[in-house]
């Protein structure tokens, strides 16, 4: 990060799933210069305290004020770290604090604003079980709370239609218990029912478990709020395997395998 400590900055960093291994030195570096920690509150939990860091751990709803508090903060000459699970631009905390710069004080926009990557759930997922993201994918989170169910119903069929990959963030919740058993039924009557589904949950964790199953056997109460869901491809292939899981892959291009 910047070596001029009068400047406030902010850093919105990515945590990667989990094991601290996955966080790189940058991240790293800007957590041990910073002087104030934001985000959702198991996220800060993740970082260590120690003396000169002020930690502000908030609700998961409060996106936007969060955004804004940390601007704030930097505007006042703070060091301040933003963070999120995974990749802080996929479906996390970088669009809202852009979201409030575009809307907030003019002078925001002169402020020192870096996105630092981290590992997304999703290249954890597919690193568990081989290449399913070799080819085309996409990325669809599959909560209606930012945007009408209709339009993640429009898009899982258009996802589906060019035989894209998808990945699916946001399955479900207490909240939202009905949207993954709906995403699955659509998607069999678009994908033939042999392709395979990837549940991963808690990559990284001690927790973790990674399942793969034929679409016509995949049912929603096997995912929770920290499971990654993978639908392949037409495209997407199984390597059996005597002693254990298969590899999952997809190849680089299209008719390479049958
Ligand atoms: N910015 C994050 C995604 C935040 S949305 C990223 O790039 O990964 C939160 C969703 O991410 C969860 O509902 C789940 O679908 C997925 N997720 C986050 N951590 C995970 C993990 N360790 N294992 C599996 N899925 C995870």
Redesign the pocket.
Known sequence: MSSNTSRGWVAIA?LG??PAEWITPEVTAALDEATDLIGYAPYVARVPARDGLQRHGTDNREELGRAGHALRLAAQGHRVVVV?????G???MAAAVFEAVERGEPAWRELDIRVLP?I???F??ASRIGAPLGHDFCAI?LSDNLKPWELVEQRLRLAAQGDFVIA????LSKARPWQLGRALELLRTEFPESVPVVF??????EREAIDVVPLGEARPERAD?????MIGSRQTRLIARAGGAPFVYTPRSVGAAS
Do not use: K, Q
């Not at 999120?84 to 802080?88: L, M």
């Open positions: 990515g799933p989990g999120s699970s995974g990749d802080p996929v479906f996390a981290g997304s759930a999703m954890a997922a989170n699916l963030y946001n399955p991963a949950t808690a990559v990284g964790d709020m920290r499971t990654l869901v």
